[in-house]
């Protein structure tokens, strides 16, 4: 079970997930001792489950992102399965979301520009598997992103 | 922009699945000196390819077994009600996402919460009552994956 101490390591951890042990213990007020012992339990017991690089993919060129929502047409039961599986196919996906809601699934995904987005749109997106609703959002600019719970 | 080759995309590969992974272990994958391995990663990290690191936490683990996208119409529109809408937003500790979208709504938002009966004190107390929010549609995350993106 988790406690107090562990929630402000997760809590410091999550809001800057880049900070050394040493300053991820002095903002938990933790010693370096314990952050170490207190994160390596975590990433034992599944809570922490991985430490990602972030790729960013403007600096790369890629300075088109759009979200794509999919409403599937579920009258087919293999619908969601061949679409995803698909849609993994598909390298400029960079992620791949499904809902319970009126939008099925989401995909993020990444063009250089928009007429490669609209090149794309056309060979690898249409041709995905049980579509019956295509929107998409035009990402203007990310104005928050976190992994931060309020714990 | 740099351009990248073969092992710098295979370093890219690596350490989005893994971003503890040190230059020696990286060299030692791909045959290059723990110096040589070490130079490639701090010149994505200074073009700004490498751009920190993220944490994936297990949510329902900690309590927070709801995550739902919002996408939201403004109301009222002008520079005024768009500032004032943000300062707002992204002041809320359960939105943990905001973005500036174009197409069907304005907003997208990301809102974790510990099961739906908070997810609707959120909505109700906190987004609801943003400043300019018009339409309001929210979808409940089943599973999400992040894919290695076009490296090659």
Redesign the interface.
């Known amino acids: 079970m ?1 406690d107090d101490t562990d929630r402000r390591i ?1 809590r410091q ?2 809001a800057d ?2 900070l050394a042990t040493s300053d991820l213990a002095e903002r938990a007020g933790v010693t370096q001792a314990t952050c170490w012992r207190r994160l390596e339990r975590l990433a034992e ?13 403007r ?4 300075g088109v992102e759009v ?1 794509l929502r999919f409403t599937l047409d579920k009258t087919n039961p293999r619908a969601f399965d061949e679409f995803l599986s698909a849609a ?1 196919d598909v ?13 099925d699934v ?1 995909l993020t995904i ?1 063009a250089r520009d928009m007429q490669h987005y609209q090149g794309i749109y056309r060979e690898s997106i249409l041709t995905l598997p049980h579509i019956s609703d295509i ?17 | ?1 740099i351009d ?1 080759d073969d092992l710098d995309r295979a370093f ?1 590969r690596d ?6 992974l040190s230059a020696g272990e990286l060299g030692r994958r791909h045959g290059l000196s723990q110096p040589a391995a070490w130079r490639r990663v701090k010149r994505m990290e200074d ?13 329902a ?2 309590g ?1 077994g709801v995550t739902v ?1 919002l ?1 939201i119409k403004l109301a009222t529109k002008g520079r005024v009600s768009l500032e004032d809408f ?1 300062r707002a ?2 002041a809320i ?13 304005d907003y ?1 938002l990301r809102v ?1 919460a510990r099961d739906i009966a908070d997810f609707e004190r959120v909505l109700r107390r906190r987004i609801m009552t943003l400043p300019g929010v018009g339409q309001v ?11 290695p ?3 090659g």
């Open positions: 988790l997760l951890l999550l997930p880049a017991s599944g809570v922490i489950q991985a430490r990602q690089a972030v790729v960013d993919w600096a790369l060129g890629y979200s993994r390298p400029e996906v960079v992620g791949i979301e499904t809902f319970l809601g009126r939008v989401r990444i929107e998409a959002l035009m990402l203007i600019a990310t104005i928050k992103d976190s992994a931060g719970l309020p714990l | 922009m990248l890219l350490l989005s699945r893994d971003g503890t073009a700004g390819i490498l751009n920190g690191q993220r944490v994936l936490v297990d949510r683990a900690l927070f996208f996408g943000e937003v992204t500790p359960e939105v943990q996402v905001v973005q500036h979208v174009l197409g069907l709504f997208r974790v549609e929210a979808n409940v995350l089943l599973t999400e994956e992040a894919r993106g076009p490296l």
